[in-house]
C-alpha cells in the first residue's frame, strides 16, 4: 500500500529554516514527479514546488528563491528545504507523488497527483 509520510515540521522564528522530508513506501516514486503543497484552514491547497523525474524543479512565486526540493531516490525521499521563513509560511505542508515523468499539467494541479501524506504543520512566528 503506498504511503507518503511528512516529518520535519515545527515552530520558527520569522527568518528561521527548517527541512521537511517526505519517506515514500510501497511505492517506487523515482522518475516520477513529485510536489509539495501547502494548506491553511479556510483556504485551498496550494503548490509550493515539485521536482520532475529528471530532477527539474518549479515553485511558486511566493517561496522562489527561498524553498528548494529536492529527492534521493535510493532513500525514496522527498525533501523541502525552506529557508528565511515568514508568518505567511505558517501552514499544513503535504507532499504529494504522480505517476508521471513530467510534472506539466499543470504541476501545481492537485490533479496531477495520486499519492498524498498527511502533513505536518510549520508555524513561524514574527
Known amino acids: 500500500q503506498e504511503q507518503l509520510v511528512e516529518s520535519g515540521g515545527g515552530s520558527v522564528q520569522a527568518g528561521g529554516s527548517l527541512t521537511l522530508s517526505c519517506v515514500v513506501s510501497g511505492y517506487t516514486s523515482n522518475g516520477y514527479c513529485m510536489g509539495w503543497f501547502r494548506q491553511t484552514p479556510g483556504k485551498e491547497r496550494e503548490g509550493v514546488g515539485a521536482i520532475d523525474g529528471d530532477g527539474s524543479t518549479i515553485y511558486a512565486d511566493s517561496v522562489k528563491g527561498r524553498f528548494t526540493t529536492s529527492r534521493d531516490n535510493a532513500k525514496n525521499t522527498l525533501y523541502l528545504e525552506m529557508n528565511m521563513l515568514k508568518p505567511e509560511d505558517t501552514a499544513m505542508y503535504y507532499c504529494?507523488?504522480?505517476?508521471?515523468?513530467?510534472?506539466?499539467?499543470?504541476?501545481?494541479?492537485?490533479?496531477?497527483?495520486?499519492?498524498w501524506g498527511e502533513g505536518t504543520q510549520v508555524t513561524v512566528s514574527s
Open positions: 504529494a507523488a504522480g505517476t508521471t515523468s513530467d510534472c506539466s499539467g499543470p504541476w501545481s494541479g492537485k490533479e496531477k497527483y495520486n499519492y
